[in-house]
């Protein structure tokens, strides 16, 4: 079965990433998934972290506010909405995930090393179809319930 293999290679390699956050960086894998993203989108709403992130509405709101405890983010209330709000990494967190993400791309340069050049080129493209066709999917399934925690 596909998705059970998948969560399987999540699982094991995910194991270090989180022990590798948790025990160097005193950060958690929702707060590391939280750095990440907007690593790469400063200023999203808090709607599009909880999407990204796949984390109720809830979760992200404790996850943020943990963030801004530890001063990793800043939050900004959206003029026209005061309820959303824009989230942006401070220095520290920029910082921080300059230190981590390349530990974990390192991490998974490794998976992926035993395969060829070629082989890594089609298993990207076979991500790719499988990903979208999984989003299609969800996206003609109206009643399905939000995400727990990351989808685990």
Known sequence: ????????????????????CETDYGITRRE?????FLAEREGALSSQLAEHAMLDRARTSRTLTSLAAKKL??????PS???????FLTDEGRRLYAE?????????R????????????????????????????????????????GAE
């Open 73 to 78: 983010v800043s939050r900004q209330p959206r």
């Open 81 to 87: 909405d005061r309820r959303e709000v824009h989230v």
């Open 1 to 20: 079965m596909l998705l059970y293999r998948l969560y399987r290679i999540h699982v094991t390699a995910g194991r270090m990433v989180v022990h590798m």
């Open 32 to 36: 590391w998934r939280i750095l990440s």
């Open 110 to 149: 490794e998976i992926v090393s035993t395969l060829s050049a070629k082989e890594r080129e089609m298993l990207d493209t076979t991500v790719d179809i499988l990903q979208a066709e999984a989003s299609r999917m969800v996206a003609a399934q109206k009643d399905l319930p939000p995400p727990v925690d």
């Open 100 to 108: 981590i993400y390349p530990r974990v791309a390192a991490i998974n």
